[in-house]
């Protein structure tokens, strides 16, 4: 039985429809359309939405621990924090331990935001896949990313 890796399509000869990138990068398009009405009724971007799911799972995270679990730079979070701050969604302090680091916390407002954000339209509904190919798919897809990321040449 043969074991090794399937030889890659010549990129020359593919047409943009079965690249894999572009199939990842459209659906992510695609996602950015179905939760835009359900954001904009919160009056969040997709950006500030993904910042309070994570919020809502560990309160008191690091500004920089809550950048790596989004994939986002200090540069490109500190705004976003800052903004859903002054509309009373979260609060930022220094710890007490290493006044370093700056914690994160969600207000009662942020999670009442995230109650009210969980109550919308049914995403899950509208990617049409099973309650089995869900988590499968979910799953191929951190798999794919962490594969990327593995790829990258360390920092």
Sequence with gaps: MDTSAPAAPDAAKL???????FAIYSANLAFGKAYK?????????????????ALSEQDGQTVSGLGEKLFLESNTLTP???????????????????ERQVLVSLTDAGQQLRRKASEGKNLFQACGLSAQEFPKMQKSVVAL???????????
């Design 15 to 21: 047409p943009l429809a079965d690249y894999l990138c």
């Design 37 to 53: 009405p359900i954001l904009d009724e919160l009056g969040l971007t997709y950006t500030q939405y993904i910042t309070i799911i």
């Design 80 to 98: 976003i924090l800052k903004k859903l701050e002054a509309q009373g969604y979260l609060t930022r302090r220094r710890d007490a331990a290493d």
């Design 145 to 155: 990313r962490d594969n990327l990321l593995r790829s990258l040449p360390e920092k």
